[in-house]
């Protein structure tokens, strides 16, 4: 069993930049999606096991940046340059599949957590 706690989320403004982390208790491949109101969870990153590979939305790359920090199992979401439509529910998810073709599928992470608020004011 994965346990996911995230944290890091508040209100900033335009332009400005936050660090999301989050907390998993064991190793397995990890992503970040967002939700915003009335829209559908999306992807936002993703890093391999060993955190050699990353994958990003289109929408996100160059601004955000994902990390992990395997001794002490967390997971981080640098995210500069926000913009409001970045105002969304973050949430760290984990899986054990590998393959790096599905990393944007949110149906293939079986661990979620509770997400924490970015809210980007203009």
């Known amino acids: 069993q994965v346990q996911l706690v995230e944290s890091g989320g508040g209100l900033v403004q335009a332009g400005g930049s936050l660090r999301l982390s989050c907390g998993a208790s064991g190793r397995t491949f990890m992503g970040w999606f967002r939700q915003a109101p009335g829209k559908e969870r999306e992807f936002v990153a993703a890093i391999s096991l060993s955190g050699g590979s990353t994958y990003y939305a289109d929408s996100v790359k160059g601004r955000f940046t994902i990390s992990r920090d395997n001794a002490k199992n967390t997971v981080y979401l640098q995210i500069n340059s926000l913009k409001p439509e970045d105002t969304a529910r973050y949430y760290c998810?984990?899986?054990?599949?590998?393959?790096?073709?599905?990393?944007?599928?949110?149906?293939?992470?079986?661990?979620w957590g509770q997400g924490t608020q970015v809210t980007v004011s203009s």
């Open positions: 998810a984990a899986r054990t599949s590998t393959t790096s073709t599905t990393v944007f599928d949110r149906y293939t992470y079986h661990y």
